[in-house]
């Protein structure tokens, strides 16, 4: 887990920060990412700030009450960031499609285009009318520089003004050089210098073909939140008594009643009240196989029903319901960064300066090393200096350093998202891929969660009716898996519930009450009733071992005991044997008694097995394991182990879309299926792979080019970049890049075969 800065706020920490996200344009590259972050933490009241360049985003926690997101916002403006807040709680709409930028990638060919014809005259190519003239090739740098070229001249001064110099500052130094170094040889004949109109020109062409098929790429990325984002229907059919009519999404109120024809998406998290149909909730939950729904089941915005009409009654809208929380999460995610690229990005903001003493040098060496006796083939040494100074600002650029990680981190967690993982952003894929060893919830968790009432052990003077009665009542006031079982049996026999009031669960442990009389009751387990000063008998009533026995007692005295039997999950053997065989050590934490805890723990081969012990002791037995030098994850059910899963170095909650597996896990599978937790891990496996390939080869490229621009490899056969080439080099790192990130999108189906 990350520090508190770091993380949205749950309902576990005080609510002294508040966390909002602003969407800024203007960020090129991986130095503007280090540039919005540090103007943003200058301000006063922000605790922190997180920025992806590829979702265009920054993610900024701040002081409660100090309520700037607007100021900050205005602020980037300023600077040349334009920026807007993003409400978070808003209804989900779909973003806006950028249009493919066919402008863009025309006046880019052209210039390409253009500026060969000059080469392939060089190469021989026969006399060309019009291409041929020098006026002709300035008129044409000239216009390029003036009309496509002049955004990058605009931000680059600005951001080279403000300090902070990127790569807009580079490449407007380099075409600019290049530039007037042409000029000066064309107005200047006698000087005997070149003239290379054309380098500037095919400079611009291939940095704004790289932009542009960049920004391409970078959409499919993102494209997987889109398809989260379009399952939101824009319309519901409300019922006016007889009639229906066709309403925005929007003004649905929660308890409104709606109906949903087959074919349509259910607009609104609801209950059923009437009709049967069968629903596919598989993007929301992952669940692949429609579930049949009829009277008092309850549905999910986004989810597709297919064969029937079903009449429901609206319980979430907007922002509350379980997609739009998902969606929330995910947008959360996407700008949740990973400590390696916290490197990268600072990195990436000192690089510029780097390279223009790089650049500098290279123009020193040559100019003066060539008078000196450095060989230079006969080129003026001047004007080797300065071509080679011109490719190393221009193949230098911590682009791609820049989108190496965000770009592997928006793809995995969208892949996820569709698959039913929701990953809370790239801090969490890192840590999940360094696990050692995984810890997990008994009740809910290796179990279905669906215990069934199996048996009743009245104490002498008490009767069956009474235990159950009692026990009933207690569980009105809890929502744990025990409590729907004890409550459906009570209901089965009609027996009326006692009226009781100050109901208090403690969570594994049980829950009290204090019934009209003012005498207290109690159901739980045995440590936690013998700690309230009830003593019990010795000997506990002989039941299967997997079963859970609870004890009730009313004022101080001892009713008896209800043993409850819940059945393992199908698949829970196969997962933790393969989890093994990853070599992850596996652990079983529970508040039940030791006897089924070893039951379950014999079963299921699981070694470490901690019995009887309270969700605050399961952080304090998983922070046992972290000092011993684990990385620990946590799987619960979400519900009482919020404590385990926040020390956990991954917290996993295993559950439908409940607010508080939402909020306080990193990892929610969707699905309730622990199988997926394999899916989870191989997922982040691949995400990380993905990432340290992208930075080995954003580094590496420049540990290559960079020497080859400054003219290192002159003396072997004059290898060297001319600065149009550089151009190119630089602009094909950062799409391999984001090309290569977007293979992981094929995971699914790594994942099915
Ligand atoms: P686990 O750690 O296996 O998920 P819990 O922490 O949910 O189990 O509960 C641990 C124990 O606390 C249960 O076995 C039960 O004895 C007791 N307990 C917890 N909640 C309740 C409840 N609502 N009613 C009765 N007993 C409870
Ligand atoms: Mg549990």
């Known amino acids: ?71 900050l916002a205005a602020y980037l403006g300023e600077k040349g960031f334009p920026a807007q807040v993003q409400e978070r709680s808003a209804p989900p709409s779909p973003l806006p ?24 005259q060089h190469l021989g190519g026969g006399h060309l009318p019009l291409v041929g003239s020098l006026g002709f090739h300035w008129l044409l740098a000239t216009l390029a520089l003036a009309i496509p070229g002049q955004e990058i001249f605009r931000d680059g001064w600005r951001s080279f003004r403000q300090g902070r110099p990127d790569m807009n500052t580079l ?48 959409n499919q990325a993102a494209r997987s939140l889109k398809s989260l984002l379009a399952l939101q229907p824009p319309l519901a059919r409300l019922q006016l008594g007889e009639q229906t009519a066709l309403l925005p999404v929007e003004q649905i109120a929660i308890g409104d009643r709606l109906s949903v024809l087959p074919g349509e998406k259910i607009p609104v998290d609801g209950d059923v009240l009437t009709g049967t149909s069968a ?143 929701l990953i809370k952003g790239g801090d969490v894929l890192e840590n999940a891929q360094r696990l050692t060893m995984i810890a997990f919830d008994k009740t809910g968790t290796l179990t279905q969660g669906r215990p069934r009432l199996q048996a009743l052990f009245p104490q002498r003077r008490s009767s069956e009716r009474e235990l159950l009665q009692v026990a009933a009542s207690l569980e009105q006031g809890s929502n744990h898996p025990f409590a729907q079982a004890i409550l459906a049996a009570a209901q089965e026999q009609d027996l009326p519930l006692l009226n009781a009031r100050d109901f208090h669960t403690e969570a594994g442990a049980g829950v009290r009450a204090m019934l009209e009389d003012g005498t207290r009751i109690f159901i739980g387990n045995r440590g936690w009733l013998e700690e309230h000063g009830i003593s019990l008998p010795a000997d506990s009533p002989s039941i299967s071992p997997l079963s859970t026995l609870l004890y009730v007692a009313r004022g101080q005295s001892w009713l008896g005991c209800l043993a409850l039997a819940d ?23 529970t508040g039940d008694r030791p006897e089924t805890a070893q039951a379950i723990g014999a079963e299921l081969q699981i070694l470490d097995v901690r019995a009887q012990i309270r969700p605050q002791e399961k952080a304090r037995q998983i922070e046992t394991w972290q000092n011993a030098g684990e990385i620990v994850a946590m799987v619960g059910d979400g519900i009482n182990d919020a404590p385990a899963l926040a020390q956990a ?50 580094l590496g490229y420049n540990l290559v080019a960079i020497p080859l621009a400054a003219g290192l490899f002159w003396r072997w056969g004059h290898l060297s970049l001319s600065p149009g080439w550089a151009a190119a080099c630089m602009a094909g790192s950062s799409l391999l890049v984001v090309t290569n990130s977007l293979t992981l999108k094929r995971f699914p189906s790594r994942i099915e075969s």
Not at 29 to 42: H, I, N, P, T
Not at 44 to 50: E, H, I
Not at 376 to 404: D, F, M, R
């Open 279 to 421: 629903v596919d909730e598989a993007l929301i939950t992952g669940e692949s196989l429609p579930i049949a729904k009829g009277p008092g089941d309850s549905v999910l915005a986004g989810a597709l029903n297919q064969t029937g009409v079903l009449t429901i009654q609206a319980a979430q809208v907007g922002s509350g319901t379980a997609l739009a929380q998902i969606i929330a999460a995910v947008r959360e995610a996407q700008t949740r960064k990973a400590p390696i690229q916290r490197l990268a990005d600072t990195a990436a903001g000192y690089f510029a300066y780097g390279v223009l003493t790089l650049a500098l040098m290279t123009a020193l060496v040559w100019s003066i090393g060539g008078h000196l006796g450095l060989e230079t083939g006969g080129v003026q040494p001047e004007l080797l200096g300065i071509k080679s100074a011109i490719a190393v600002l221009v193949v230098a650029c911590p682009c791609a350093l820049g989108l190496a990680t965000p770009t592997a981190i928006l793809v995995a967690t969208g892949v996820g998202a569709e698959l039913g993982l």
């Open 649 to 698: 170095d991954v917290g996993i909650s295993l559950g439908g879309a409940t607010d508080a597996a939402l909020e306080t896990a990193d990892i929610v599978l969707m699905r309730a299926q622990l199988s997926d937790l394999l899916g989870a891990l191989s997922l982040s496996r691949a995400a990380v792979g993905k990432i340290r390939q992208n930075l080995v080869w954003a």
């Open 567 to 589: 059945s393992l999950r199908p698949e829970a053997e196969e997962t933790l044997a393969r989890l093994r065989a990853l070599g992850l050590k596996t652990a079983l934490l």
């Open 97 to 120: 499609e950028a249009a493919p930028p066919y402008g863009s990638l025309a006046t880019a060919l052209a210039l390409l285009i253009l500026s060969s014809l000059g080469h392939w």
């Open 1 to 71: 887990m990350t520090s508190l800065a770091e993380r949205p706020p749950t309902s576990l920490e005080l609510p002294e920060a508040e966390t909002f996200i602003l969407s800024v344009g203007g960020m090129k590259c991986g130095g503007c990412v280090g540039a919005v972050e540090r103007l943003l933490k200058q301000q006063p009241g922000v605790l922190g700030a997180s920025v992806n360049l590829v979702t265009a985003t920054a993610r900024v926690t701040c002081q409660t009450g100090s309520s700037q997101a607007e100021s």
């Open 171 to 218: 490449v407007a130094l380099g075409t600019g050089a290049a530039y007037l170094a042409s000029c000066v040889a064309f107005l200047w004949p006698q000087g005997g210098w070149e003239c290379f109109f054309d380098e500037p020109v095919m400079l611009l062409g291939f940095i704004l073909l790289g932009r542009a098929l960049e920004g391409q790429a970078r």
